[in-house]
């Protein structure tokens, strides 16, 4: 059994959450139900991001504390576990003391590559970076499109020049593995035009008081993506008791992290270089996934076309949002979604696809009787066919699902072929098929799990004889 460590980027609370979140929620989880359907032990972990200069001004545009800020939204969050069906084990909050305490921990253990100097600099508050003026795009940050700001001040500085060669040679060799190989191209690219010292401070005034402060150093509070990366180790209880600390992160078997691409060099660089410094194990693994688009334009307020995906399982349901994320969006590259798109992926492929095909089977064996689990070797051979891609393809989502979809079509095309209703003795036919969408229920339960769970309650199988009992249809068609 092997100890498996998972996490999700942790969010700014600023706002609502929106369908990029889902997506990198549903992401994750699928990765930690996988694993532990194999008897891994797994620690999966989400949270929020609430030390951010934009909480500040969000909370000062509306009239109330920081403190009723992220608390209101970061409930929204968490709220996503049970309308996403997340199945993480903790969700840490960066305002939690446990996380003030692991986080001044970290920056004492890194203290000796910590130094205070005047800077200035162009900032984004949205990005929580300074940006070098050859990384802007026509003047504006290259993530947000918006003009960034000039600071003047005394901070702290990390020494990651000391870092660059050993980060470089970690990323090349994949003892830190970036999932897709152009992230991790990009990683390299961007650590062969020179790496410098980052900021990781910021004065007390200017972030109104709010964040965590400097060990030793009140006038300042620790930047925030200094203090938001540790939490993948402050919710394992470094700092504090370090039990779990010490099983999944210093003895764990696996440590990855799922993220978006615009935040892979706070990842690849920064967070191995603030482990090197403080003398604790590295991750091992960063998934790399691209944004959603609405209808081809980029989620925007001002658009109007941000999706809240609490909306979208109130108005479809859970399972068939996680499927079209998981299905439509590459797993590693940007994606669309429009309602039409996903109406029509949810009655093409789970209607009319997975949910008739299962309808029509059940209904036959219902009305058959008990049927052996007994299938013939060409099904045993097309179904572990299907088993074998699954686990070559698994991370690589929306084309696992695709195989599982072909194995569906299969089973379609079988009964077509074979015409059960016209025969006299289906036993052999409903055995095929019984088995068949038994391994599939077993297939998708990563992915949409309360329909794996709906499957195998009416398929209930009890000492290799299936006693089907039809209950609710799994997809009813969208009209």
Same mark, same amino acid.
């Given at each position: 059994m092997k100890k498996i460590f998972i996490s999700t980027a942790i969010d700014y609370v600023n706002g609502?959450?929106?369908? #990029?979140?889902?997506?990198?929620?549903?992401?994750a989880d699928v990765i930690a139900r996988y694993h532990r359907s194999l008897g891994d032990e797994v620690f999966f972990l989400s949270g929020t991001d609430?030390? &951010?200069?934009?909480?500040?001004?969000?909370?000062?545009?509306?009239?109330?504390?920081?403190?009723?800020?992220?608390?209101k939204n970061s409930q929204k969050f968490f709220d996503l576990k049970k309308s996403l069906n997340l199945s993480y084990d903790d969700f840490i909050r960066t305002t939690e003391q446990r996380h003030i305490t692991g986080a001044q921990k970290l920056w004492s253990l890194c203290e000796k590559d910590i130094y205070k100097k005047k800077y200035k600099g162009l900032y984004c508050v949205g990005c929580e970076e300074f940006y070098k003026e050859d990384e802007l795009e026509n003047g504006l940050c290259p993530e947000h499109k918006k003009p960034l700001e000039l600071i003047e001040e005394e901070n702290y500085f990390f020494k990651l020049e000391n870092y660059a060669d050993k980060i470089k040679d970690l990323i090349e060799k994949d003892i830190i593995k970036i999932i897709p190989q152009k992230r991790k191209n990009e990683i390299i690219s961007f650590i062969n035009s020179g790496l410098q010292d980052f900021c990781v401070s910021r004065l007390s005034e200017r972030a109104k008081g709010w964040g965590i402060d400097v060990p030793g150093d009140s006038t300042q509070k620790i930047w925030v993506w200094f203090d938001a990366l540790a939490n993948y180790i402050t919710a394992l209880g470094f700092g504090n008791n370090e039990e779990l600390f010490k099983k999944f992160w210093e003895n764990g078997d696996a440590k990855l992290h799922v993220i978006g691409k615009g935040i892979n060099r706070f990842h690849a660089i920064y967070w191995p270089a603030m482990l090197l410094s403080a003398g604790?194990? $590295?991750?091992?693994?960063?998934?790399?996934?691209?944004?959603?688009?609405?209808?081809?334009?980029?989620? &925007?307020?001002?658009?109007?076309?941000?999706?809240?995906?609490?909306? $979208?399982?109130?108005?479809?349901?859970? +399972?068939?949002?996680?499927?079209?994320?998981?299905?439509e969006i590459p797993a590693l590259d940007d994606g669309d979604f429009s309602y039409e798109k996903f109406e029509k992926r949810y009655n093409a492929d789970l209607a009319s696809g997975l949910g008739n095909l299962f309808s029509r089977v059940i209904a036959m064996a219902e009305k058959h009787g008990e049927v052996l689990n007994n299938p013939n070797q060409y099904t045993k051979k097309e179904v572990e066919n299907?088993? &074998?891609?699954?686990?070559?393809?698994?991370?690589?989502?929306?084309?696992?699902? #695709?195989?599982?979809? &072909?194995?569906?079509?299969?089973? +379609?095309?079988?009964? +077509?072929?074979?015409?059960?209703?016209?025969?006299?003795d289906k036993e052999e036919i409903l055995s095929n098929l019984l088995f068949s969408l038994k391994n599939i229920a077993q297939m998708i339960e990563p992915f949409l799990p309360e329909t794996s769970k709906k499957m195998k309650e009416q398929l209930n199988e009890e000492n290799g004889v299936f006693k089907v009992e039809k209950k609710e249809s799994l997809f009813p068609k969208i009209l």
């Open positions: 609502d959450p929106h369908l #990029g979140h889902a997506l990198e929620k549903i992401q609430e030390n &951010s200069l934009k909480n500040v001004q969000t909370a000062e545009k509306q009239k109330i504390s920081v403190k009723e800020l992220v608390d604790i194990t $590295l991750p091992k693994t960063l998934f790399v996934h691209g944004y959603i688009t609405v209808n081809n334009q980029k989620m &925007s307020k001002s658009i109007g076309n941000v999706i809240n995906p609490n909306d $979208l399982v109130s108005k479809y349901n859970i +399972d068939g949002v996680r499927y079209f994320l998981l299905r299907t088993w &074998s891609k699954y686990r070559e393809k698994f991370v690589y989502f929306n084309e696992t699902l #695709g195989e599982i979809w &072909s194995l569906i079509s299969s089973c +379609d095309k079988y009964i +077509d072929e074979q015409k059960p209703w016209e025969k006299e």
